[in-house]
């Protein structure tokens, strides 16, 4: 059988707005300043930084090596490095199976809302029961998953070059233009509340920037690390097969330390921009205590925060919502090409063949995860704590779990079995330098595997969260 010629990015840039695409997503908007706001603002920033530059840093290379040094999908690479490793390959496969069908339900939720206040309904968006009566309902929140699913699943059957490439460099630039305004007028807010007092953006600002140690000891100081950890699989998409996958899509001449840095770059510009676009806002409106809402911080507390704005809160939820939108279809198309990449190189199928295949089976477990809140509701007590409906177990099963399991098992064949020179070989294959060279080693080799077991082990309850 002749061997199909393997689809690749047109060039270094469209592989970096894809991958930037792929980590500007949902858990980067609302989870990022969640997380800030919990955890010293500025403290949160500069552990989160550090993480970013050495932890994220050699995950992300390792599995953009991975993938070009293969030139295969998740599912395949591993086994195709090492024979024994082809474990990985499914749990890497899994993951994306198991978040796909949930995501493009949130997706729907944030197409609702922008639905909502581009036809001027933002009020009816800001009603207390306005979000529970959505999810709750019978058929809506299907309908506006299946809109979601089916726009993702069309860019996919287009192909690399033509979809997601071409999709990437459209919505990228918007997304972050975007972005960049909200942050900017979040910063010129005011409000005065029933007491006379005073707040403004800058004040938030400060909350956001300015480190607290208020409460923190040692122990606290860790668990802030472990949080950040955690993070940095939304913001990179790393342990998740993506970056596999896009990195077989890399052309062998193209410089990989480059474009992993400006990666690492716009990620982090990002993440930290949303931090400025939301916490701000938000502490103008409702204090301190409105950046504990958590998720459901973009679809109740930011409604009613645009509604007392007035007319120009109609305009910024407008946009606000249509950059989540963009956001949500960049991060939901590189996690459906994740599946449909390995399919094509584990069966050999045709591209339509595989994305069709996927779309329905994630349409199936996206209708049981909208059913969860309405028919089939019920309430579990996780390991970690926490009390989950059907979407929370899956997230739970693949953020907490299997991801940190791919991530260790990735650390364990870059850093012992194949040894690093294999991914610094692969980076530099074309003469560049490897940047981090010894940063690189140690961090796969020693520090990553621990902290991501120490992740592990307090997501199944063996070490207690922090209360």
């Known amino acids: 059988m002749k061997e199909r ?9 469209g592989f970096v707005l894809a991958a930037a695409g792929s980590a500007v997503g949902l858990g980067n908007i609302w989870r990022f300043p969640y997380l800030a706001a919990k955890d010293g603002g500025g403290l949160f920033l500069v552990v989160y930084l550090v993480l970013a530059v050495t932890f994220g840093f050699a995950l992300l290379t390792s599995e953009v090596a991975i993938g070009r040094k293969t030139k295969q999908s998740p599912l395949t690479a591993y086994k195709k490095l090492h024979k024994k490793s082809g474990f990985l390959g499914v749990i890497a496969c899994l993951i994306p199976c198991i978040i796909l069908p949930y995501y493009c339900v949130i997706g729907g939720w944030v197409l609702k809302y922008f639905i909502a206040f581009v036809t001027g ?5 800001a009603q207390d029961d306005y979000f529970t009566g959505f999810i709750t309902a019978d058929y809506e929140p299907m309908i506006m998953m299946t809109i979601f699913m089916a726009v993702c699943a069309v860019i996919i059957f287009i192909g690399v070059t033509s979809g997601i490439e071409r999709s990437s460099r459209i919505l990228m630039p918007v997304l972050f233009v975007l972005i ?9 807010l005011s409000h005065t ?13 400060r909350v956001y920037l300015i480190p607290s140690f208020e409460g ?3 122990s606290k100081f860790f668990y802030i690390v472990l949080d950040a950890l955690g993070q940095l699989f939304y913001s990179l998409s790393i342990a998740m097969g993506i970056m596999i ?3 077989s899509y890399v052309k062998d001449d193209a410089n990989l330390m480059k474009s992993i840095n400006q990666i690492e770059i716009f990620d982090t510009l990002v993440a930290f921009l949303a931090g400025i676009m939301i916490i701000p806002t938000v502490i103008v409106f409702l204090g301190a205590d409105g950046m504990t809402k958590g998720p459901s911080l973009m679809f109740v507390a930011l409604p009613k925060i645009f ?3 007035g007319v120009a809160g109609d305009i910024i939820g407008t946009l606000f919502f249509a950059m989540v939108l963009f956001a949500a279809i960049t991060s939901a198309i590189s996690i459906l090409e994740a599946i449909v990449s390995s399919l094509i ?5 045709e591209r339509g063949k595989a994305t069709l295949i996927e779309t329905l089976f994630a349409f199936v477990l996206a209708i049981v995860v909208c059913l969860g809140y309405n028919v089939w509701y019920f309430e579990f007590d996780l390991p970690n704590g926490s009390t989950a409906q059907i979407l929370d177990i899956f997230d739970y099963v693949s953020n907490n779990i299997l991801m940190p399991v791919v991530a260790i098992g990735t650390c364990v064949l870059v850093g012992w079995v194949l040894k690093p020179e294999m991914v610094i070989n692969e980076v530099t294959k074309n003469g560049e330098k490897f940047n981090r060279r010894g940063l690189f080693i140690v961090m796969t080799k020693f520090i990553a595997p621990v902290l991501l077991l120490i992740l592990l082990f307090m997501s199944l309850g063996i070490i207690p969260e922090l209360g």
């Not at 393997?6 to 060039?11: D, M, N, P, T």
């Not at 309904?121 to 968006?125: I, R, S």
């Not at 960049?180 to 010129?188: D, E, P, Q, R």
């Open 121 to 125: 309904h933002g009020a009816d968006a």
């Open 245 to 247: 996958a896009y990195g």
């Open 345 to 349: 190189d584990k069966f050999k199928l």
């Open 307 to 309: 509604a007392s704005m």
């Open 216 to 218: 923190v000891t040692v």
């Open 5 to 13: 010629k393997r689809e690749s990015f047109g060039g270094s840039i």
């Open 180 to 188: 960049l305004g909200i942050a900017v007028y979040s910063l010129t």
């Open 193 to 205: 509340d029933e007491s006379g007092v005073t707040t403004n953006g800058l004040d938030g600002l």
